[in-house]
């Protein structure tokens, strides 16, 4: 009997959360499934005619006939890596100076972390009104001296990719604040008393005892903010749409473009797959290269 009562105890946990994991993986399950399903399918619901199964031939057409498809990836790429790594200093940078004890920190904190609780087309709403070439900031600096009278940036292909940047930087260089700060703070304050007996000066220190503490930190946010980034669609459609010329056309806008305004929900969803998989071969990567969690 007393064997009986100890496996149930065993397994009680395992019961009373299997109905949440149930649910979470047919939430997870149903819709890959149903897009892996239809990436192998030619489906146009403005020309059915032509609906039937498709095999690899969306994939085909995306690998060898489809440059848009290459250049929107290689932009995710592009946009991924320079907005997770200057987020990531910025980021830092800012959870490093509100960390100190200063008169108005309470206020500092308020201001860095504000972006982060504005909406995505909210932040874009501000950006495009400081961004206007009529009424925006380069307008103003214009009626001082500095610039050209209706400067568009994000019109102008050589300044549509910076002038975006800026705009998601606003937006994400507090969630690596917030979420450094919260770890920052977790440091004991013997080791820097114990490396300042050592010695070691400031930098030192920073380097000795600040960056192995915040690694899986650093690991974590920066592969979740990748992740959120290559996704991004909101504040890129709603500033440039994509243009001038393509310029600025993620791989989620492209499947956007394709499945909602052409309706082609078949080729859109390969090309999500084709996402998801890059996306999945990079996380694996990224956490394996990082030995994230190991102490060594």
């Known amino acids: 009997?007393?064997?009986?009562?100890?496996?149930?105890?065993?397994?009680?946990?395992?019961?009373?959360?299997?109905?949440?994991?149930?649910?979470?993986?047919?939430?997870?399950?149903?819709?890959?499934?149903?897009?892996?399903y239809y990436s192998?399918?030619?489906?146009?619901?403005?020309?059915?005619?032509?609906?039937?199964?498709?095999?690899?031939?969306?994939?085909?057409?995306?690998?060898?006939?489809?440059?848009?498809?290459?250049?929107?990836?290689?932009?995710?790429?592009?946009?991924?890596?320079?907005?997770?790594?200057?987020?990531?200093?910025?980021?830092?940078?800012?959870?490093?100076?509100?960390?100190?004890?200063?008169?108005?920190?309470?206020?500092?904190?308020?201001?860095?972390?504000?972006?982060?609780?504005?909406?995505?087309?909210?932040?874009?709403?501000?950006?495009?009104?400081?961004?206007?070439?009529?009424?925006?900031?380069?307008?103003?600096?214009?009626?001082?001296?500095?610039?050209?009278?209706?400067?568009?940036?994000?019109?102008?292909?050589?300044?549509?990719?910076?002038?975006?940047?800026?705009?998601?930087?606003?937006?994400?260089?507090?969630?690596f604040a917030i979420l450094l700060l919260a770890d920052l703070q977790t440091i004991p304050k013997d080791l820097y008393e114990a490396a300042a007996v050592d010695g070691a000066n400031r930098w030192r220190r920073f380097l000795s005892v600040t960056l192995p503490h915040l690694r899986d930190a650093i690991v974590l946010s920066t592969l979740l903010r990748a992740v959120w980034e290559f996704n991004n669609v909101d504040l890129i459609y709603t500033l440039t749409g994509g243009g001038p010329a393509n310029q600025t056309t993620t791989l989620p806008l492209y499947v956007a473009r394709k499945a909602v305004d052409s309706h082609d929900f078949g080729y859109g969803s390969a090309l999500t797959v084709a996402g998801f998989v890059v996306l999945l071969f990079f996380s694996i990567l990224y956490l394996r290269l990082s030995k994230f969690g190991s102490r060594s």
């Open 40 to 175: 192998l399918r030619n489906y146009n619901v403005t020309q059915p005619w032509k609906n039937g199964f498709a095999g690899l031939d969306n994939f085909r057409r995306m690998l060898t006939d489809d440059p848009l498809f290459w250049q929107s990836l290689l932009f995710s790429a592009k946009w991924v890596v320079v907005q997770v790594g200057l987020q990531l200093l910025l980021g830092l940078a800012l959870a490093l100076i509100v960390n100190e004890t200063f008169i108005g920190r309470g206020v500092a904190r308020s201001l860095v972390f504000s972006p982060w609780a504005v909406s995505g087309v909210l932040t874009t709403g501000i950006w495009i009104l400081l961004y206007n070439p009529s009424t925006g900031v380069f307008q103003e600096l214009a009626n001082l001296g500095v610039g050209d009278h209706g400067t568009s940036v994000l019109g102008d292909p050589a300044t549509v990719f910076p002038a975006t940047v800026v705009a998601e930087l606003w937006r994400g260089v507090p969630f």
């Open 1 to 36: 009997m007393t064997a009986v009562l100890r496996r149930r105890r065993q397994w009680a946990p395992y019961a009373l959360i299997l109905p949440t994991v149930a649910v979470l993986v047919a939430f997870l399950l149903y819709p890959i499934s149903s897009v892996v």
